[in-house]
């Protein structure tokens, strides 16, 4: 047996997380700047939270709270000069993946100079700002990974910035905050949880320490994914089941990386408009019907744990969760494949895809015109 781990957060789980932890911020500076979207966080609680939280440390903040979802480079950039002028000492990333990556890539740009083609290189003259993440959606794990994944015009698609240290040094995980988080969202959020899971496992970089944490991840989606219907709010419970396998997830990717379906997604994400985690989703079955094909015994494994006899069983709830799937052109599948093909993760995949491969996963996945 062999493998590597490294994951340096420290992390806190549980109500009033951030408030019973308050002291802790102190090691990071007398100032900081709070990095989160336009509304969620404040209504939410998170941002108050971290506000008296920090008022009761003496540590002075300021905000920039224009982050959108699937924050570009120019929109983080924004953020780099707002953390330069107020003299930040560390950034705080309050919101879903979202601020969390801006947080992230904000504390590089404040203290580099760098272009945005030398940005994606991860490699700095300057050791970023620290970070603090406190997500308020249950999916991508943002909290414990080394990523940012932002919006490049450029290359028209989404790229990543990868360093480790944008590990955040603390992650607040407070579920009540996703109590009115409305129901597409919390799908869609669950779903990208599931896909760095699966994704995961089924990686060539997979280990007997990512497996660990991706097969409790699984068993916890198993249970509560089912749950999830259109006409009521998950109780904090469930909340707090979605959150948590959603770190493990994130503890999984931040080992394997992710693999064909994060690749094909950001395609759906970048030129369709659709969520993350949804563009994921509407991968799932496909891919998983595709690495059957030689690796059988890994799937039914995962769809074992996941609380599901077959492959159609498992096609049944994702069919249930996602409701009409989007149409695609048939030229847009071949673009968005020829895509997909290039990206670094797609050659973590078990077994790697072909360009065929991929056009079929797509072809099956979406609806054709
Ligand atoms: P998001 O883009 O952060 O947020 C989506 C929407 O949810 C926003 O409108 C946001 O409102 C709202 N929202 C957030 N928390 C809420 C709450 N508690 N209640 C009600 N509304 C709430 O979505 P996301 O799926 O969490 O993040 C997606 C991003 O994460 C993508 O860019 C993806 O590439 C990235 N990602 C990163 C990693 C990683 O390891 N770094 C892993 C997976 C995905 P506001 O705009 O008001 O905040
Ligand atoms: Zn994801």
Redesign the pocket.
């Known amino acids: 047996m062999k493998y590597a781990y490294f994951m340096p957060t420290k992390i806190f789980f549980g109500k009033n997380c951030v408030d019973k932890n308050a002291n802790l911020l102190k090691e990071y500076g007398k100032k900081a700047l709070i990095v989160?979207?336009?509304?969620?966080?404040k209504?939410?609680g998170?941002l108050s939270d971290m506000c008296s939280a920090l008022n009761r440390q003496n540590i002075s903040w300021d905000i920039f709270d224009g982050?959108?979802?699937?924050?570009s480079v120019e929109n983080v950039r924004q953020g780099a000069e707002i953390a330069k002028s107020v003299h930040a000492d560390f950034i705080i990333g309050i919101?879903?993946?979202?601020?969390?990556?801006a947080a992230?890539a904000i504390a590089v740009l404040a203290v580099n100079d760098v272009d945005n083609d030398a940005l994606f290189q991860g490699k700095f003259k300057k050791k970023n700002l620290p970070i603090i993440a406190v997500p308020?959606?249950a999916?991508?794990?943002?909290e414990v990974?080394p990523?940012?994944?932002l919006t490049y015009h450029k290359i028209q698609n989404?790229a990543n910035l990868t360093t480790e240290t944008l590990f955040p040094k603390i992650a607040f995980l407070d579920a009540s905050?996703?109590m009115?988080?409305?129901y597409h969202?919390t799908v869609?959020?669950a779903l990208?949880a599931l896909s760095?899971a699966i994704e995961g496992f089924l990686s060539s970089k997979s280990t007997r320490m990512s497996d660990f944490f991706a097969l409790q991840s699984l068993d916890i989606l198993g249970e509560s994914l089912p749950s999830l219907n259109p006409d009521s709010f998950p109780v904090l419970h469930t909340r707090e089941k979605l959150l948590h396998a959603s770190m493990l997830a994130?503890m999984v990717?931040a080992q394997t990386g992710t693999t064909i379906v994060h690749a094909m997604g950001y395609c759906l994400?970048y030129y369709k408009n659709i969520?993350?985690?949804r563009a994921n989703a509407l991968l799932m079955r496909e891919y998983l019907r595709y690495v059957s094909l030689s690796r059988s015994e890994a799937v039914n494994w995962l769809l074992d744990i996941l609380n599901f006899d077959t492959l159609a069983g498992f096609q049944m709830m994702m069919d249930r969760l996602l409701g009409h799937r989007e149409t695609l052109t048939d030229e847009e599948i071949k673009k968005f494949s020829m895509i997909a093909l290039e990206a670094a993760s797609t050659r973590k995949t078990d077994p790697i895809p072909s360009l065929e491969n991929i056009e079929k996963i797509y072809r099956n996945s979406m609806t054709t015109p």
């Open positions: 989160t979207g336009k509304t969620a966080s209504t939410n998170a982050v959108v979802s699937n924050p919101g879903g993946g979202s601020p969390m990556d992230k308020t959606t999916g991508t794990g943002s990974t990523y940012a994944i989404k905050y996703m009115a988080l409305p969202l869609n959020t990208d760095h994130g990717i994400t969520d993350h985690g």
